[in-house]
């Protein structure tokens, strides 16, 4: 593997591959073509936008939504289609985690696809309710240290 780096995607070119990852991932990958890059949640500064780049090249996206009890939520974990399942998506969750802690994040919580829960329970989440979900994900929970 090479070096990875998870980082705020702050410039012009890494917005555009931010946004060019997370819709076509997952949104048009899911047959869905209502994207909006600028959502009100998406320009929260407690929401970190973070491009997931491996040897300086976009192969992924994630969003951690910080909340003031000292949890955060994982949002919209994207790998690039022909980099998937090749180990890529647990080393943006080691990444986050380590974000996570730094930021004296102590739970990490995440809203999961169906079809991705063994990933996320691979990585050490179990379900947990934590809010409402109109999204008909499967919410789940992790404790970090």
Known sequence: MGRYD????????????YHRLRRTVLFEARGQYDYVPDGPEEIKEQNLSLLFK???????????????????????VAIAPDLQRRGHGTAVLERVERLAL????????????????????KFG????????????????????Q
Do not use: M, W
């Not at 998870?6 to 591959?17: N, V």
């Not at 739970?107 to 329970?121: E, I, K, M, N, T």
């Open 102 to 121: 730094s930021l004296g994040i102590r739970d990490l919580l995440v809203h999961s696809a169906p079809d991705a829960v063994g990933f996320y329970q």
């Open 54 to 76: 491996l040897d300086g090249q976009a192969i992924g996206t994630v969003r951690l939504d910080q909340k003031p009890d000292g949890r955060a939520i994982v949002r919209l």
């Open 125 to 144: 989440f179990s379900p947990f309710a934590f809010e409402a979900d109109n999204f008909r994900s499967v919410q789940l929970h992790k404790a970090i």
């Open 6 to 17: 998870l980082s705020l995607a702050e410039s012009a070119d890494d917005q555009s591959a």
